[in-house]
């Protein structure tokens, strides 16, 4: 389990930082083009982070951090598909702001679960 956790929790941190790059590009009025790209990354993000949770749940985590994950995933997919919609105008900055946030959360998320299966007794073999 530990050698999933850290692949998953591997594709975690490059689907984040490939995120971070394409939303700052975004920001920056550049690469329109490629948000179909970073929404497929997302969803692939956002499955990643419920991995880690189903992980976390079968490696006996709280299940209340692990039902944290699972709704702040749905959160995190909610808003990316419909922030191009809310607060239009002047005020839209907020709506990227509060998505850059809810991102960076779901990473941190995704760190404490990692940790929580790393930490999880191996069980010894039985004879």
Known sequence: MKSATAATLMLVRVTGLVLIILGAAFWTGHAF???PL???V???FVL???TLAALAA???AAPGFVALAVVWGLAVAALGMTQDRLLIG???WVIKVLHLLVGLG?????EGLAAR???TPVPALQQ
């Open 117 to 119: 299966i790393k930490r």
């Open 106 to 110: 779901a990473m941190g998320l995704a």
């Open 48 to 50: 990643s982070l419920w």
């Open 90 to 92: 002047d005020a839209h």
């Open 33 to 35: 083009a490629q948000i």
């Open 38 to 40: 970073h929404k497929q």
């Open 58 to 60: 079968r490696a006996g």
């Open 42 to 44: 997302g969803y692939l």
